[in-house]
T-cell receptor, first 114, second 115 residues
Framework: DQQVKQNSPSLSVQEGRISILNCDYT??????FLWYKKYPAEGPTFLIS?????DKNEDGRFTVFLNKSAKHLSLHIVPSQPGDSAVYFC?????????????FGKGTLLTVNP | KAGVTQTPRYLIKTRGQQVTLSCSPI?????VSWYQQTPGQGLQFLFE???????NKGNFPGRFSGRQFSNSRSEMNVSTLELGDSALYLC??????????????FGPGTRLTVL
């Protein structure tokens, strides 16, 4: 059973526009969420995170929104740049008991066209 | 600060052999987690070590094992390699003291090919 789902395998946007990447989860015990960006044959690069006590977190061009009742989060990138083209992974964790296991979605390939 | 380093970056082995991968976390970080990435299964958690003790474990067979040294460096071992073990193996480093806020930072990975 996939506990973290990224239902869009790919997304294409124009440079300068907004990119919105979505993620749904089923485990209500998840209380910390992270977004990573990944290029082929490289490790994931941390972008932004959000705790379940918040519903929004911003860092520069990146904003993550969390809707706990819908078990849904989204990553907004504004404005999108060609260098943002990569696979984006949503990951979730339950923090109880010093749990550091991340459960990942399958990823969304973002392509930003010049 | 230097990032997470993994060695070797690439490895080719044959079925039945064993392999050891190494991970050096960010200085000051005491938690090291290991993940396997394959095209079919995505990124899956193997295990996590903190202060030389395995603290969390994923759903992998006993052929996959690890350890952590007093300097927080970690090694992962896979014995009796199978074709399906071909994957990108990633380690992630974090301070390890606050699971509700810690960020995990990944290394570049080791690409293992089993022939």
């Amino acid at each position: 059973d996939q506990q973290v789902k990224q239902n869009s395998p790919s997304l294409s946007v124009q440079e300068g526009r907004i990119s919105i990447l979505n993620c749904d989860y089923t485990n209500s015990m998840f209380d910390y969420f992270l977004w990573y960006k990944k290029y082929p044959a490289e490790g994931p690069t941390f972008l932004i995170s959000i705790s379940s006590i918040k519903d929004k977190n911003e860092d520069g061009r990146f904003t993550v929104f969390l809707n706990k009742s819908a078990k849904h989060l989204s990553l907004h990138i504004v404005p999108s740049q060609p260098g943002d083209s990569a696979v984006y992974f949503c990951a979730a964790r339950t923090s109880g008991g010093s749990n550091y296991k991340l459960t990942f979605g399958k990823g969304t390939l973002l392509t930003v066209n010049p | 600060k230097a990032g997470v380093t993994q060695t070797p970056r690439y490895l080719i082995k044959t079925r039945g052999q064993q392999v050891t991968l190494s991970c050096s976390p960010i200085s000051g970080h005491r938690s090291v987690s290991w993940y396997q990435q394959t095209p079919g299964q995505g990124l899956q958690f193997l295990f996590e070590y903190f202060s030389e003790t395995q603290r969390n474990k994923g759903n992998f067979p006993g052929r996959f094992s690890g350890r952590q040294f007093s300097n927080s460096r970690s090694e992962m071992n896979v014995s009796t390699l199978e074709l399906g073990d071909s994957a990108l193996y990633l380690c992630a480093s974090s301070p390890g003291l606050a699971a509700n806020t810690d960020t995990q930072y990944f290394g570049p990975g080791t690409r293992l090919t089993v022939l």
